[in-house]
């Protein structure tokens, strides 16, 4: 990773200069605007309890750094678009893992059910296509293509105990579950800053392998991090039996205790003080062996290619004439060592 991004701002000073994130929140917000008021509450319930509104953030520092000054409304559009398809999978990912925290409060699973939580995803999906449909048909196909990969992503993810995976298939499910809406930003952001050709090529691989080294940090942080920090009951991955990069580092160490991946747990498992005791013995076991270095490794390597793959990114766009902004390539390197150093 280039050295000047050991100078780059903490994320939460990053986000909170960036133009155009408010204008951003009050479009989302305003969408929450429905005659079924139980649609607008989940989603003003799951938007008030907070996150790092990561890929807006993402899309305006882009669009900044290779050649719109200030944000347009297009710009503005697309990254609220890129938002509400990410509350959307939220609600959806509730329901699917049966989470009861969101962010360290009740999901809007728990809180409201099944079914309105899932109504409630889809109207977001709606309301997110509903900005994205009126923009350049670049920008549709590339959303298409992004909710595509999504749901790809969440099919592929299938448990460990009902379908073989490798670290092969653990990466594509979160090239497609998570990065997917990383390159839309990026993407996006930067076709609408003038880049062509090499150069939205270039963001594309750089936003693919930014939202790898997330999903693996989620990974890693899912057995790192206690319950008041994750926001979550910790080893839920390993709960669910999830092909995620440490259980499948984990499986391969040949572990006697790791092959309980291979089995599903019992139906009561959230409350079967059994299962209870192997998620205690399994994240003790992975915290002690190589597994979480290595975990590291590849996280670090795809942060790597990501910082490579941005710098490529300005180098073809300097040729093609666009003036890069380097306060804002600083900005988005910035997130790429935040990503980096949670993983210490």
Not at 35 to 47: G, H, M, Q, V
Not at 318 to 340: M, P, W
Request: proline content about 4%.
């Amino acid at each position: 990773m280039s050295q000047n991004t050991l100078a780059a701002p903490s994320l939460s000073e990053l986000f909170r200069a960036i133009p155009g994130l408010g204008a951003v929140e009050q479009l989302i917000a305003s969408k929450f605007e429905t005659d079924a008021p139980r649609l607008a509450e989940i989603s003003e319930y799951l938007f008030k309890l907070g996150g790092k509104r990561v890929r807006p953030a993402l899309t305006l520092l882009v669009a900044r750094a290779f050649g719109m000054s200030e944000p347009e409304q297009s710009l503005i559009d697309v990254a609220a678009g890129i938002e509400l398809i990410h509350m959307a999978t939220l609600l959806h990912d509730d329901i699917i893992d049966r989470s009861p925290i969101r962010r360290h409060h009740p999901s809007p699973y728990a809180t409201y059910g099944t079914n309105d939580t899932l109504l409630a995803g889809d109207f977001l999906l709606t309301r997110a296509f509903s900005l994205c449909a009126r923009l350049d048909p670049f920008i549709i196909d590339a959303t298409e293509e992004a909710c595509i990969h999504l749901t790809e992503g969440e099919i592929l993810e299938t448990p460990l105990f009902s379908h073989p995976h490798t670290l092969a298939t653990s990466r594509t499910i979160a090239e497609k579950k998570t990065a997917a809406l990383f390159r839309l930003g990026a993407r996006s952001a930067g076709f609408l800053g003038g880049l062509r050709d090499k150069a939205l090529i270039s963001l594309d691989s750089f936003g693919n392998h930014l939202g790898i080294s997330f999903q693996m940090l989620d990974d890693l942080l899912d057995v790192l991090s206690p319950e008041e920090q994750l926001g979550k009951r910790p080893g839920t991955d390993i709960r669910e039996r999830k092909p995620s990069l440490v259980n499948l580092l984990w499986l391969s160490s040949n572990s006697s205790l790791a092959k309980k991946l291979l089995v599903a747990p019992k139906e009561d498992a959230d409350t079967n003080e059994e299962e209870e005791n192997f998620i205690s013995e399994a994240i003790a076991e992975i915290i002690s062996s190589d597994v979480i270095a290595t975990a590291r490794e590849h996280a670090q390597s795809e942060a790597q290619a990501a910082d490579q793959a941005l710098q490529d990114a300005a180098t073809h766009a300097k040729s093609a004439g666009i003036r890069i902004d380097e306060e804002a390539l600083l900005a988005i390197q910035g997130i790429i060592k935040y990503t980096v150093d949670r993983m210490s």
